[in-house]
């Protein structure tokens, strides 16, 4: 069965740094594009960033370019977003996402299946 958590959420300052992981289990993710996706209170879940199964091939929101870094270690089946210059606009719960089968991506909620549980993210002015 396929497993997504997130982890390294929390509390912090506008302009501070920090790292979301997505650990996933049930198969080999090397295949498969892997997303980020928000949801803050009373807004639908948007996309943040994906990555390919070629591990370099990135794609990201414009509201975040420049500023989150999203990555791959396929070796620890495991998703990274690293997120600097932090703004309150940032706050929501962070979900990391996979599409049902390999070989394809995309920046609707409608082209991930498997979700995790989400991590929140505050970020305070």
């Known amino acids: 069965q396929v497993q997504l958590v997130e982890s390294g959420g929390g509390l912090v300052q506008a302009g501070d740094s920090l790292r979301l992981s997505c650990a996933a289990s049930?198969?080999?993710?090397?295949?498969?594009?892997m997303g980020w996706f928000r949801q803050a209170p009373g807004k639908e879940r948007e996309f943040v960033a994906s990555i390919l199964w070629t591990g370099y091939d990135t794609d990201y929101a414009d509201s975040v370019k420049g500023r989150f870094t999203i990555s791959r270690d396929s070796t620890k089946n495991t998703l990274y977003l690293q997120m600097n210059s932090l703004k309150p606009e940032d706050t929501a719960v962070y979900y990391c996402a996979s599409p049902p089968r390999p070989w394809i991506s995309g920046r609707q909620t409608s082209d991930y299946y498997y979700w995790g549980q989400g991590t929140q993210l505050t970020v305070s002015s």
């Open positions: 049930g198969r080999t993710f090397s295949s498969y594009a």
